[in-house]
């Protein structure tokens, strides 16, 4: 039982199964020598047990408690009372630390809601995990921050309520997180790194967002503002999705029940197949395209035309090809997609500078791995905000 539970420190000495609660192991600490805070001198003494029960990742459908032994030492050379630290459970939680791991990448995939839900949990008690993290990262200030990226998360899904995520794009690690994403709570985030850190950095990569180009001319001039590429697609592919949301809206309206009927059946089951990369399709989605084709030809131009500027960025180039390149792609865009159109003339600059050679092809090609490493398919990248993070904090808490 001790090896299966594999946690540094402690052995099971026994366990209960409770209907309806789950399995409660009692652990025992196996050490009898511990570390005095206050003068770095070891002691065995005994003051008081304190026992907790900490939750721990579920075996098959049964939830796991552990009933741990905080113990209340006496240091005997500083006459400090202490209570020991316990490796694999972060001071006065009730979660074991691999539990909140687990937890964290199921809310970058979901959102705080549902994983509650699932997990019987409080929402309030997973906030309680993210500002945790967001302690730890505060904690420490990064260092030799160069490639700095901006993120954001949903903490509700479908709600307009992010926390924003800083990250080391480099070292791909998570440098910071912050409870709210508006211009003063990002700024003060950064200004308390100092400007130590700040003026290190070289290249700032965000997403289409007014606001943090404004923080980054402000806070960090000296440094490069890219345009993360992942978003541009997004948007691209949010304004097919949205075209093909409204063709059949304007179908379910039609009296002619015929022509109504085959333009929803064209359309059924269409969503990925537009927004998933051509190369990945399979016949029977190709088939599908041909479908769409029939009774939505526009779409089928937007698809081609989304796929041309996901080549753009695929192939490799310099800054001076990719700025004609995607220019001649805007030429035919304007009228199927004219937010993107109007955004990415808007952001060409920054659009551009990822073509700029040895200083962003690092990042994309690290975002690539790591999405080779989590193992999920970014169907039309909607998910990608969440993939990144995801990989980013696995690596976090990996290393
Ligand atoms: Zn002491």
């Not at 309030?124 to 160069?146: C, R, S, W, Y």
Request: with cysteine; glycine share 6%; charged share 35%.
């Amino acid at each position: 039982m001790t090896r299966l539970v594999n946690l540094s420190g402690v052995k099971v000495i026994d366990y209960r199964l409770i209907e309806g609660i789950g399995i409660i192991l009692s652990l025992e600490n196996t050490h009898k020598q511990v570390v005095c805070p206050a003068c770095g001198q070891t002691t065995d003494l005994l003051h008081q047990n304190n026992f907790q029960t900490v939750r721990d990742l579920s075996f098959g459908q049964q939830a796991v408690y552990l009933k741990v032994n905080r113990r209340r030492m006496r240091c005997p050379h500083c006459q400090n009372k202490f209570t020991e630290e316990l490796e694999f459970v972060r001071r006065k939680r009730l979660h074991t630390k691999r539990f909140v791991e687990k937890i964290i990448e199921e809310v970058l995939n979901s959102d705080i809601r549902n994983v509650a839900k699932r997990n019987d949990l409080s929402e309030q008690e997973i906030e309680t995990m993210l500002k945790d993290l967001g302690l730890d990262l505060v904690a420490e200030k990064p260092v030799n921050l160069k490639k700095l990226g901006i993120d954001e998360i949903a903490v509700v899904k479908g709600q307009r309520n992010y926390y924003v995520v800083l990250v080391d794009l480099e070292k791909k690690k998570v440098v910071g997180l912050v409870e709210q994403r508006t211009k003063k709570a990002i700024a003060e985030y950064l200004e308390a790194w100092g400007e130590e850190v700040l003026s290190e950095i070289e290249e700032i990569s965000i997403d289409l967002w007014k606001t943090y180009k404004n923080i980054a001319e402000e806070l960090i001039p000296q440094a490069t503002i890219v345009a993360d590429r992942f978003h541009v697609m997004k948007q691209v592919n949010d304004e097919l999705d949205g075209a093909r949301r409204k063709i059949k809206r304007e179908a379910e309206k039609l009296k002619n029940k015929s022509k109504k009927d085959k333009i929803l059946s064209g359309l059924a089951k269409s969503k990925y197949v537009l927004l998933k990369n051509q190369s990945d399709l399979k016949e029977s989605e190709k088939e599908k395209l041909k479908e769409v084709q029939e009774v939505a030809p526009i779409l089928i131009e937007m698809h081609c035309l989304k796929e041309k500027l996901r080549n753009i960025f695929e192939t490799q180039k310099n800054w001076g090809e990719g700025l004609l390149e995607i220019a001649d792609w805007l030429k035919d865009v304007s009228k199927y997609f004219p937010k993107s159109f109007g955004t990415i003339k808007r952001w060409i600059g920054e659009i551009i500078a990822y073509f700029d050679e040895g200083t962003t092809q690092g990042i994309v090609e690290g975002i690539n791995n790591k999405l080779k490493l989590i193992k999920r398919r970014a169907f039309g990248f909607r998910n990608f905000d969440n993939f990144e993070l995801r990989s980013f904090l696995t690596w976090q808490f990996a290393s």
